[in-house]
Structures are given as C-alpha cells and as structure tokens.
C-alpha cells in the first residue's frame, strides 16, 4: 500500500494524484507585459497622496480635539516614566504609535506635575514652554502615516477578491471617506484599532491558501487591534472562528485538529502582542491605579477575570464598563436626551456617510452575498464589521461614529466588488459614484470632522442633528481666533467653549456668559455647536435672545448681542 507524506495540519493534505504528476507541457514564449500594467500602481500613489494631502492640511490647521491631549501626554509619560499609569481604559499599542511623533517633537515634560490625565495633557501642552502646534503635529504625523497603510489594506482585500479595477474603487472610497480622513488625521485610537482588524481580516482570507504563513500573522493584527482599544474584545470569537475555518481542509480526520489549532495560533499570538505592548512600556509592568476602579460583578465581572492580559488590561475594562454606567446625554435630529438609542451609530452613519459611498455599500454587500464565488468572502468582510457594530449599538456614549470607523474600512472592500457582478450597468454606474463622493469629499476639505452628505444640507447643518465629535470636537479653537482678530477686532467676547484646548493661548479673551446675569452680555456670543445642541436654562435663553452672524468651521456658531 502506498504511503502518504507527512504534512503540516495547517497545510492542505496531499493527495495520490500529486505523487505522480502528468508530464509538463513546454514552458510557452513569454509574451510582451501589458502597456497599461503601470496604470493600477500609479492610481494607488495617486489616491494615497491626495489622502495624505487632505489629512495632514487637516492635522497643521486644527487645535487639540478633546481626547487628544491625553493620548499625547500619556505617550510623553510612557517615554520618560516607563509606567502604564494615566489613561489605563485603553492599552499602549496605539498611543506607542503617537510616543513615535512625540519622541521627535522632543517636548518638555514635567514629570513632577500632579494631576488627573486631562490637567496633564493640558499642562503638557499649554504649561510647560512647549508649542502645542508643533507638538500635535508631530503626534498626530504616525497616525496618519498608519491610515495610509491600512489604504494598502483595502486596496489589497478587494484586489483579490475581484481584480484591480475593484482594489482601486475600494481604495477611492476609503481615501475620500470624510470620516476616515477626519480621524486619521488625529492622534487618536479609532482608526488604528479598525485599522488591524481590517488587516487581520484579509490575513485570514489569504490563510485559506497558505496558513503556515498567514495565520500568525492575522493573529498578530489581531493583537495589535487589542493593545489598542478594548472595544474591539467582541470581535475576537469571529475572528478565532474565521481562523478555524481558514484551514478547515484537508483529510476528513484531519480538519477538527486543523481547525482547533489555527484558532489556537491566532489566540496565541494576538495574546503575547497584548502583553509584549505593555512590557515596552513597563518591563516590570507595574500597576498602582491612580483613578478608582469599579467592581464590575456577574456575568461581565467573570469574563474581566478570565481575560489572559495584564491587570491593568482588566482594570482598564472594568473602568470602560463603568463609563458604561453614566447618564451621558445624546443629540439626534434635534433631540436632546439622556441615555443612548440603539438606532443612534446607524442614524448617524447615513448623515455622515457620502450618498454614492452608501449605495456603493448597499449593492457591494449584496453582491458579496449572492455572486457564487464571492460568497466565500463574505464572512470576512461583512462578518467582523457587523459584529462590531451591532457592540457599538448596545454602548452608552452616542457620541460620534469614529465608534464605529471600521463600516467605512470593511464597506469599501465589500463595494469594490461591485465590478464583480454581471450588470451592464455596474462600470459606468460605479465610476459614476465614486466620482460623486470625490467631489463630495473634496468640497468639505480641510472641515471634515463636521462633513454631511447633501441630503442632510451637508456639513454647515450637522449641528442641527448631531454633536459632539461628529461635528465640533473643539478642533476649531485656532480658526475662531483667526476670525475674531480678522472681523471682530476690539469687541467684547463671551465664550462658551467645548474642547481641551486654552482659549487664552490663541489670544482669545474671553468671559464665560453664564456667570453673569443675561443684562451684562453684550457683544459676541461665541458658542460650540455641541454646546448649542445641549443648551438649557440660562445659556438656551442667551442664545434665543441672540442673532447668529458667521460660523467658524460649521462647528462654533458666532452670534451678537
């Protein structure tokens, strides 16, 4: 009897037919490369470098968002303390990323300085003799070179799943996403976490045909996406399960030890990433929480405690889920409440989201469903993404959809394919959209974290249906200044400001309207918008009483009195 070969369980099994394979056939004349081979890379370079021009245009002209000083400052603490101590609800990995561009800016940090991870951000910033601009920069600089990457990604993703021509609407629609331009362009962990699930996805997708290779190193993105943010924790059973089943092949006996040991490597590996970022912070990984952690009991309390990663790991989600436990206030269409709506991320998505990117999505979902040998794709694709949106729906914060950054990522491979079904119509029409949402996109350029599609008035009217990071994060502090000294030299200014940045350090000088009785505001009104959406009692009465004369960025409104 005739003896098999020896082969590795995450390789597919040999068969009798390979032993004795037919004779070859003569090698055929090498024919001539294709003239317009040159034109696919030469379109990724273009759309990579108008991207790279809108986020960092973006990065120079806007001051500090309201989370990015303590991502900074937590980078700046990692490179001179070498301890995991402010902003423990979120792992290293992704603030080691911006320690890179902190690191170059060289800042002054006083070490010595006690206070909460906010007042350290703000005295990093603005109290230590360091210039914010240059300092944000700088921070935000690896952030931006990483959202280009994961371009590459997507471009790569849909490349192998219906050819160039679908790598290439895949790689337009991520590189106009206003979204994605918005927060790439920020030292913030949104886009990185999505960014290595995306990543992690399509590693498993090439696993199918060569594991030994493909497989760890999903598990690795993998990782990554967890020593980023701990919101990507309910991804992981998909992506062990799409492991399992990327090298469910081989000999019938064969596939249970395949498939078990695949999602072992993939666990294994995001495991020693998650652990390997902390030791580069700390190689003694201590951990003396400055903040008070609550106990999280039941059901979510075991699972805390079952999670193999470092204390402050499990701390850091047992904090998250008790941010889960405030009252924070939403605003949808207008409406102002306390608590979240599960409809919200959905809601806001089809507000933010350019119209021919949503019908790009719409129909590359379908045909990623129905066409036969796209089908095996779809787990892939829409599985990790759905996923994590439905999470993302059950939260508490309806603060933005930077919570769920990774649609427009997974969406763009789903659209490119596309030009993957038999429509007469598919070509010209899907040209048609993407030239729709370049243009759309290209408009709202450099003010894209307030960008709305046309159908909702487009960006100067998000405020009217959302707030907070969707439309004014406090990133228009410097234009404002700018526009205060252009027009509105001498007068009298009182100043609502929702942001982390210091009014005074851009030479705005201001008082604050609510301290005062209605009588003594007289002037200009200077209100955020996510602070006119929640507005009530004294300051909703300042503003009815007033008439609005400019906006600054379509994120402050400026009215006089």
């Not at 979120?90 to 060289?106: F, Q, R, S, W």
């Not at 230590?128 to 935000?140: E, K, Q, T, Y």
């Not at 409406?335 to 019908?359: C, D, E, F």
């Not at 599609?453 to 410097?478: K, Y």
Request: glycine fraction near 8%.
């Amino acid at each position: 009897m005739m003896a098999h070969e020896q082969h590795s369980v995450l390789e597919p099994g040999t068969h009798d037919d390979e032993e004795h394979p037919p004779p070859r056939a003569a090698a055929p004349e090498r024919s001539p490369r294709p003239r317009g081979r040159w034109l696919p890379p030469l379109l990724v370079v273009v759309l990579l470098a108008q991207m790279a021009a809108a986020m960092v245009t973006t990065a120079v002209q806007q001051t500090p968002t309201i989370d990015e000083p303590v991502y900074v400052a937590t980078a700046a603490d990692y490179l001179h303390e070498h301890r995991v101590r402010l902003n423990p609800e979120h792992p290293p990995l992704g603030k080691l990323v911006i320690a890179v561009g902190v690191a170059i800016a060289g800042p002054h940090v006083d070490t010595s300085y006690k206070g909460d991870q906010g007042q350290f951000g703000r005295h990093l910033l603005y109290e230590s003799g360091n210039d914010p601009w240059r300092l944000m920069f700088w921070a935000r600089l690896p952030v931006i070179a990483l959202t280009l990457l994961f371009g590459l990604v997507v471009f790569a993703f849909a490349r192998e799943l219906a050819g160039s021509a679908a790598g290439l609407t895949a790689l337009a629609l991520y590189a106009f996403s206003p979204d994605v331009i918005a927060h790439g362009s920020l030292a913030t962990l949104d886009v990185p976490a999505a960014g290595f699930v995306l990543t992690s996805a399509w590693l498993l997708w090439r696993a199918r045909r060569r594991p030994r290779m493909y497989v760890p190193l999903a598990g690795a993105a993998l990782g990554a996406a967890l020593a980023t943010k701990m919101s990507v924790l309910p991804v992981v059973p998909v992506l062990l399960a799409l492991a399992a089943w990327a090298v469910w092949r081989g000999e019938a006996e064969d596939r249970r030890k395949r498939a078990a040991l695949g999602a072992g490597v993939v666990a294994v590996a995001a495991v020693a990433v998650v652990w390997a970022s902390y030791l580069v912070v700390d190689p003694r990984l201590r951990w003396s929480p400055e903040q008070p952690v609550p106990a999280v009991h039941g059901l979510k309390g075991l699972l805390v405690g079952l999670l193999p990663f470092p204390e402050s790991y499990r701390d850091g989600v047992r904090i998250q889920f008790g941010l889960e436990n405030y009252p924070w206030q939403g605003f949808l269409f207008g409406h102002l409440y306390t608590g979240s709506r599960w409809y919200y991320l959905p809601a806001a998505l089809l507000v933010k989201t350019p119209l021919g990117m949503l019908a790009l999505w719409a129909c590359g979902a379908v045909v990623l469903l129905t066409v036969r040998r796209l089908r095996p794709a779809a787990p892939y694709v829409l599985l990790p993404a759905g996923v994590l949106l439905a999470a993302a729906m059950t939260g508490a914060r309806d603060f933005g959809t930077r919570y769920a950054i990774f649609v427009p990522m997974f969406l763009a491979v789903a659209a490119g394919c596309v030009l993957a079904a038999r429509w007469r119509w598919a070509p010209l029409a899907t040209g048609a959209l993407v030239l729709f949402v370049a243009v759309s996109s290209l408009l709202t350029c450099p003010y894209y974290l307030p960008y709305s599609n046309e159908a909702f008035g487009g960006p100067a009217e998000t405020h009217l249906r959302l707030h907070d990071s969707n439309v004014d994060w406090g990133q228009d502090l410097g234009r404002l200044a700018d526009r205060l000294h252009e027009r509105y030299r001498g007068e009298r200014i009182w100043l609502v400001y929702k942001g982390s940045g210091v009014p005074s350090y851009y030479g705005i000088h201001a008082s604050d309207p609510r301290k005062v009785t209605p009588r003594q505001v007289r002037g200009l009104l200077v209100v955020s918008d996510s602070a006119v959406a929640k507005a009530q009692g004294r300051l909703a009465a300042l503003i009815h009483s007033s008439r609005p004369v400019d906006s600054v960025g379509d994120s402050i409104t400026i009215y006089r009195r």
